[in-house]
Nanobody
Framework: QVQLVESGGGLVQTGGSLRLSCAVS????????IGWFRQTPGKEREFVGG????????SYADSVQGRFTISRDNAKNTVYLQMNSLKPEDTAVYYC?????????????????WGQGTQVTVSS
């Protein structure tokens, strides 16, 4: 079993920054791809980005490309989502999820384990 716990959410003004953390416990951390997703009420959960087994294998949604950066610290079993130049449309609950695939993918179905989510609110 794998457990994921997100932290770092909060309220920030437009243009500000936040760093979310995803702490992973359970099985071998380095053998999991970690994806970040977000969801707003009434909408499907959407892929934000992810990092594969190798921290050089990252993928981002077009909407966050160039503003968000994902990294992993294997010594701390933690993945980070650095969010810069935040916009009101980035407001959502952010989730991290783990997949046994070696590279990140946008499909929610390949992620077997999910965290409980953390709220990010960007004020205009």
């Amino acid at each position: 079993q794998v457990q994921l716990v997100e932290s770092g959410g909060g309220l920030v003004q437009t243009g500000g920054s936040l760093r979310l953390s995803c702490a992973v416990s359970g099985r071998t951390f380095t053998k999991y791809t970690i994806g970040w997703f977000r969801q707003t009420p009434g909408k499907e959960r959407e892929f934000v980005g992810g990092v594969g087994w190798s921290d050089t294998s990252t993928s981002y949604a077009d909407s966050v490309q160039g503003r968000f950066t994902i990294s992993r610290d294997n010594a701390k079993n933690t993945v980070y989502l650095q969010m810069n130049s935040l916009k009101p449309e980035d407001t959502a609950v952010y989730y991290c999820a783990a997949s046994v695939l070696t590279i990140p993918t946008i499909s929610r179905r390949v992620y077997d384990y999910w965290g409980q989510g953390t709220q990010v609110t960007v004020s205009s």
